[in-house]
């Protein structure tokens, strides 16, 4: 996948227990990208085509694709039963229950699913039959089920970040409406060498979001790879999420990857942060032995951005404050009124 130039990444949190965890251990969190909150994530759109030939090449992709699973498949436990009763609907006269059964995005049951898949590919003249009953539904069938053997199957694991920290709609949607953080990590060294996770054998794909409105062309059958539509579908969203500028840290595998403490470089506090809130994250970030710089974010008087800013005593003030056990150096405005 195609890297992104960009070697900082602004990740928005909440204030919780999540966010307390992920710092005291160090880890990042990479998400089953089908729970995100725009529905279409991973799911992009796609154009139809009236093509039969370029629909027929697809069907036989995929159905490469889930054959190179079979044998693992048959291994099923309820591999028979699930067989009799899929083909007992493809062999159905009319056909209407068809695409009801099988046209399923639901993928929990990772077994049935893959099942159904490899049944409904190996089944004789299929492609025919399913085409002439309805064409755009035997599309979206094409579809998703290419969508579950990329994404869902190999269960890549997302966690989302920006290229911006003045984003005020991203402080509102992801920070608890400016009461939270957003960390600043450095993802590259100075050689601009990916430096994020604590082993060198769990490196990550960084990769910034296209936005576009315009639908997927998958039956361009000249064009097409695996690798490329795999790549637009962890990376493509609608222009209407254009504003969060969205860099993603891609992952093979769904769960905590453990990051690398240097990476994390600035801690910026959101303007409707408590005054202990600031001070106790910064002092655990120290004595965990983080070398960061706090900062805040601000409104300002002329612009409905945010303004980043280093943090003053009276930004911590009554929160029982000992700058010495922040373990870090003093800005200069303290150094001075020392």
Request: glycine fraction near 2%; aromatic fraction near 14%; charged fraction near 25%.
């Amino acid at each position: 996948m195609a890297n992104s130039d960009n070697s900082r990444l602004y990740k928005y949190f909440t204030i919780n227990q999540n966010f307390y965890n992920s710092i005291i251990n160090n880890e990042l969190y990479f998400s089953n990208p089908r729970n995100f909150n725009d529905p279409f994530d991973s799911n992009p759109r796609f154009s139809l085509t009236s093509e039969k030939e370029n629909v027929r090449e697809l069907f036989f992709r995929v159905k490469e694709i889930i054959n190179n699973h079979a044998p693992e498949i048959k291994e099923f436990k309820d591999f028979n039963k699930l067989q009799q009763t899929c083909e007992l609907l493809i062999q159905e006269p009319t056909g209407t229950l068809i695409f009801d059964y099988f046209n399923e995005v639901e993928t929990k049951n990772l077994e049935r699913r893959l099942t159904e898949i490899l049944i409904f590919y190996n089944f004789k003249d299929v492609f025919e039959k399913t085409f002439i009953i309805n064409s755009e539904k035997l599309q979206l069938k094409i579809f998703q089920d290419l969508v579950f053997l990329l994404i869902d199957y190999k269960k890549y694991g997302i966690s989302c970040g920006s290229t911006t920290p003045t984003c005020p709609v991203m402080w509102g949607h992801y920070a608890n409406n400016h009461q939270g953080v957003c960390i600043e990590f450095n993802l590259c060294d100075l050689n601009n060498i990916q430096n994020l996770c604590l082993s060198s054998d769990e490196l990550v794909d960084i990769s910034e979001v296209t936005y576009s409105n315009e639908p997927l062309s998958i039956f361009d059958n000249e064009n097409f790879s695996l690798k490329s539509f795999t790549y637009n579908l962890l990376n493509t969203k609608s222009l209407k999420w254009n504003y969060e500028k969205e860099i993603r840290l891609i992952n093979k595998n769904q769960g905590l990857l453990k990051f690398k403490k240097e990476c994390l470089t600035k801690v910026i506090f959101g303007c409707k942060t408590n005054a202990k809130d600031r001070y106790s994250i910064c002092r655990l970030l120290a004595n965990l032995g983080y070398n960061f710089e706090f900062l805040i974010a601000k409104m300002q008087p002329d612009s409905y951005e945010m303004k980043i800013e280093p943090m003053t005593l009276s930004d911590i003030a009554g929160s029982g404050v000992h700058l010495s056990e922040l373990n870090i150096e003093y800005p200069d405005f303290i150094k001075n009124s020392m």
